[in-house]
């Protein structure tokens, strides 16, 4: 496999970067780098980290070109490196990571969950309000892959805070089963691609067909987190397989109605990338637009309240006079 | 009645799933019929997720119907987790 690193990754223009990996030899992993500046959402950077581990589990080999960008180090405090027992050959001053970033981990349990969460907090150096957005999306992806992805590795997380923009950028990735196949246990999807518009449907989960779910399960996990993104005008991907779905940035200008057809939403979707054994999902939550968790909770609500009354419609009969 | 504190099982965060189902499984269901009332005490719990409030109430109503929230009570809920409770009601009692 080879993976190159290119100068700028977020999610907007992500499509190059994943059509370049070449998944083809599964015995090596070969990373590469622009050789002037990279800077990269941290989904990347959970992609390239669950592939390194899949890869040491695996007992093959990893080679990481020795990078040559000045933003080098970033990769070293991010732990990158370390993560993959690589020798970086730099020597750096670890800096306290507050208020910037959260380093790359692997979750394996809901009690590492736990800890990872209540730990993230005070490194982020954030009020209340702030930090409750990014608990809550962490948490659901995370416990998702705890749950159905049966990765062997567990959950790889990274999020990054961009003062400027004042957003953070969040990613997750496994090397499980991926969404086709574990939606596949209620379901039947005939590609990738279905199978993630099924994940991202309100009420669908892979464990059952009935409605509302399992008493653990009720299909709604990804649908609060595209919600989440849609109501603040954020990005956010979902890759699995061959296939990828980006919910784009809302006009500023248009109202926001949550959908239940992902595809109604402002969004790219195609079926042409290299196969992710497993899931990614990136997300960027601006901070500014976040102050309101409150208005996506009233949305999501709103949009379940219209969902019944319109199934109530669907379900009554009128008398036929003849 | 029967109350049950939230915020000592969870934190002020719940988030986990597998606390939610240990409440439902041994400290709501066993009782729900021997109790009059059950108090879900949020007290001091800041947030919660969708998935938590899924886990600890979905089966329940889904067990006894939509009459049990007559006597399945929610006591200091924060707003947001008043709304999310609210949510999983709502999909619990969409028609088939």
């Given at each position: 496999?080879?993976?190159?690193?290119?100068?700028?990754?977020?999610?907007g223009?992500?499509?190059?970067?994943?059509?370049?990996?070449?998944?083809?030899?599964?015995?090596?992993?070969?990373?590469?780098?622009?050789?002037?500046?990279?800077?990269?959402?941290?989904?990347?950077?959970?992609?390239?980290?669950?592939?390194?581990?899949?890869?040491?589990?695996?007992?093959?080999?990893?080679?990481?070109?020795?990078?040559?960008?000045?933003?080098?180090?970033?990769?070293?405090?991010?732990?990158?490196?370390?993560?993959?027992?690589?020798?970086?050959?730099?020597?750096?001053?670890?800096?306290?990571?507050?208020?910037?970033?959260?380093?790359?981990?692997?979750?394996?349990?809901?009690?590492?969950?736990?800890?990872?969460?209540?730990?993230?907090?005070?490194?982020?150096?954030?009020?209340?309000?702030?930090?409750?957005?990014?608990?809550?999306?962490?948490?659901?992806?995370?416990?998702?892959?705890?749950?159905?992805?049966?990765?062997?590795?567990?959950?790889?997380?990274?999020?990054?805070?961009?003062?400027?923009s004042n957003t953070?950028?969040?990613?997750?990735?496994?090397?499980?089963?991926?969404?086709?196949?574990?939606?596949?246990?209620?379901?039947?999807?005939?590609?990738?691609?279905?199978?993630?518009?099924?994940?991202?449907?309100?009420?669908?989960?892979?464990?059952?067909?009935?409605?509302?779910?399992?008493?653990?399960?009720?299909?709604?996990?990804?649908?609060?987190?595209?919600s989440l993104a849609k109501v603040n005008r954020d990005f956010f991907?979902?890759?699995?397989?061959?296939?990828?779905?980006?919910l784009l940035r809302e006009p500023k200008d248009k109202k926001i109605k949550l959908l239940?057809?992902?595809?109604k939403d402002h969004c790219s979707?195609?079926?042409?990338?290299?196969?992710?054994?497993?899931?990614?999902?990136?997300?960027d939550?601006c901070?500014t637009e976040h102050a309101d968790?409150?208005e996506l909770?009233d949305s999501?609500?709103k949009?379940?309240?219209?969902?019944?009354?319109?199934?109530?419609?669907?379900?009554?009969?009128?008398?036929?006079?003849? | 009645?029967?109350?049950?504190?939230?915020?000592?099982?969870?934190?002020?965060?719940?988030?986990?799933?597998?606390?939610?189902?240990?409440?439902?499984?041994?400290?709501?269901?066993?009782?729900?019929?021997?109790?009059?009332?059950?108090?879900?005490?949020?007290?001091?719990?800041?947030?919660?997720?969708?998935?938590?409030?899924?886990?600890?109430?979905?089966?329940?109503?889904?067990?006894?119907?939509?009459?049990?929230?007559?006597?399945?009570?929610?006591?200091?809920?924060?707003?947001?987790?008043?709304?999310?409770?609210?949510?999983?009601?709502?999909?619990?009692?969409?028609?088939?």
């Amino acid at each position: 496999m080879k993976i190159f690193l290119p100068n700028s990754v977020w999610i907007g223009n992500i499509d190059p970067f994943l059509e370049a990996m070449d998944m083809s030899n599964q015995n090596s992993l070969m990373i590469s780098s622009h050789k002037k500046w990279v800077s990269v959402h941290p989904v990347v950077l959970t992609m390239v980290a669950a592939l390194g581990l899949k890869m040491l589990q695996n007992q093959k080999k990893i080679f990481f070109e020795k990078m040559q960008a000045t933003s080098k180090h970033y990769f070293e405090r991010i732990g990158l490196f370390k993560l993959l027992k690589l020798d970086s050959e730099m020597q750096i001053k670890e800096h306290e990571s507050s208020g910037r970033f959260i380093p790359i981990q692997v979750i394996k349990t809901p009690e590492q969950l736990d800890t990872f969460v209540s730990d993230m907090i005070p490194l982020l150096h954030m009020e209340k309000e702030k930090v409750e957005p990014i608990k809550y999306v962490i948490t659901e992806l995370v416990r998702n892959v705890l749950e159905h992805a049966r990765s062997e590795i567990g959950a790889v997380v990274c999020a990054q805070f961009y003062p400027k923009s004042n957003t953070i950028r969040i990613g997750v990735s496994d090397v499980g089963i991926g969404i086709k196949e574990s939606i596949s246990q209620s379901y039947t999807p005939k590609s990738d691609a279905a199978a993630i518009i099924l994940a991202l449907t309100p009420g669908i989960t892979g464990t059952t067909r009935k409605i509302g779910g399992t008493s653990e399960n009720a299909g709604a996990g990804l649908f609060f987190i595209k919600s989440l993104a849609k109501v603040n005008r954020d990005f956010f991907m979902l890759y699995s397989g061959n296939a990828m779905y980006k919910l784009l940035r809302e006009p500023k200008d248009k109202k926001i109605k949550l959908l239940e057809d992902p595809l109604k939403d402002h969004c790219s979707f195609e079926e042409k990338y290299p196969h992710w054994q497993g899931t990614v999902v990136g997300i960027d939550l601006c901070l500014t637009e976040h102050a309101d968790f409150d208005e996506l909770l009233d949305s999501i609500d709103k949009f379940y309240r219209q969902k019944r009354k319109e199934k109530i419609k669907s379900l009554f009969k009128k008398p036929r006079f003849i | 009645m029967r109350e049950i504190l939230i915020y000592e099982r969870t934190g002020n965060f719940a988030g986990n799933k597998d606390i939610a189902r240990d409440i439902r499984l041994n400290e709501i269901l066993p009782y729900i019929e021997k109790e009059d009332i059950i108090v879900l005490n949020f007290n001091r719990v800041e947030s919660a997720t969708q998935s938590f409030i899924h886990a600890l109430i979905s089966d329940v109503i889904r067990t006894y119907g939509a009459t049990v929230l007559e006597k399945l009570l929610f006591k200091d809920c924060d707003s947001k987790i008043q709304k999310v409770i609210s949510i999983v009601s709502e999909y619990m009692q969409e028609p088939s």
